[in-house]
């Protein structure tokens, strides 16, 4: 009884404490020996790249499959919208916690910065941002991991056309749900070696911009990600399945968190995501279309980041940050620069000159939040990636009712 228990113990938690040793070790060799850190990045590079390649393909195959094979079109209605109702519920919840906070303890507190003259680049209109966040003017540019959700639209009609022309019986629909086949065996692969791939990465970070990761910005932004995960994951999980949802959420997060710190991309997480809802027992057609939507559109996390950074630009510019209009300008632009994100690393850089142009600030601005936004942005794309399994379950309890989690729980033990 006891082999029992300890193999389901390592069956369980056997990936995650392996992909942490990685991590912590790779962390270990870029504070001892950051130049031997920055000589195996190639090894992360690899890893990154190879989760990279599968993401659009799984992105693509698993929207499709699930609308294409889903009869009951009023239960994919409820799923959208129960999928945008809880974005933005989550999103606003975020925005106003991040206020409160930059009120309370300002970012830029004590901070003093040599402005360096910066080129910020002529900003988009908001109709010229609006058709390139929802479209793309070539069939290849789809396949770009950059234009995420253009591909999720796209994704979701094909799915629609695939209902309409036979469903899952169809040959289409027998393929895609063959193709989503391969492709989790394939990332199941891929993540065989994780705990290499990103220790190598991490070493590379840690060798890099280690020394930098501190001051008030930094204190700042890392205590906010934190209390925001301990306080409001743990409500979210409660309102989706009370405290059977707590424990589940407790015990399947920590992979697709660690996993996005370790990546900084919401997009690269979304294989480790899908295997948490599949052990929490989010429904199939669920989560196929909530991850996907949710590395893009849900960024919980990326409001956070956007919001503080504004906050303390205000401060360091010596502006006052304060009134009703001001407040409700930083939740709109923090909700539209994390929108562009698109779930790939480094991609704020958009999301960073939208800042600067809207409020105004001197271009001297951009490269103070560009290096800010990259060097935070693993604590963002944290709560970003794996709150898209949360918002999952909160879908779920939508869609299905409050007994869901019981409801899984038994299907799973009739099947073994």
Known sequence: MANLQKKSFWQQYGNLILILSGILIGALIGVVAPNFGTTIKPIGDIFLNLLFTIVVPLVFVSIASAVGGMANMKRLGKILGGTIGTFIFTGAIAGVCVLVWVNLFSPSAGTTIELVASEVGEAQTAGELLVSSLTVSDFSDLWDKSNMLPLIIFAILFGFCVSACGGEQSPMGKLLANLNDIIMKFVGIIMLVAPIGLGAYFANLVATYGPEIIGDYGRSMLVLCALYGVIFFPLYAFLAGG?????????????????????????????????????????????????????????????????????????????????????????????????????APGGGLVGEMLIVSMFNFPAEAFPIIATLGFLFDPAATCLNASGDTIASMLVTRLVEGKEWLAKAAAAKKSRV
């Open 243 to 343: 405290r059977r949802g707590v424990a589940a959420m407790v015990k399947n997060i920590l992979r697709p968190a660690v996993t996005a710190f370790a990546t900084q991309s919401s997009a690269a997480t979304i294989p480790v995501n899908k295997e948490a809802c599949d052990s929490i027992g989010v429904p199939k057609d669920v989560s196929d279309l909530v991850l996907p939507m949710g590395c893009t559109m849900h960024m919980d996390g990326s409001v956070l980041s956007s919001i503080t950074k504004i906050a303390f630009l205000y401060g360091v510019f010596g502006m006052d940050f304060s009134g009703a209009g001001t407040y409700g300008m930083a939740i709109v632009v923090a909700i539209l620069s994390a929108f562009v994100l698109s779930g």
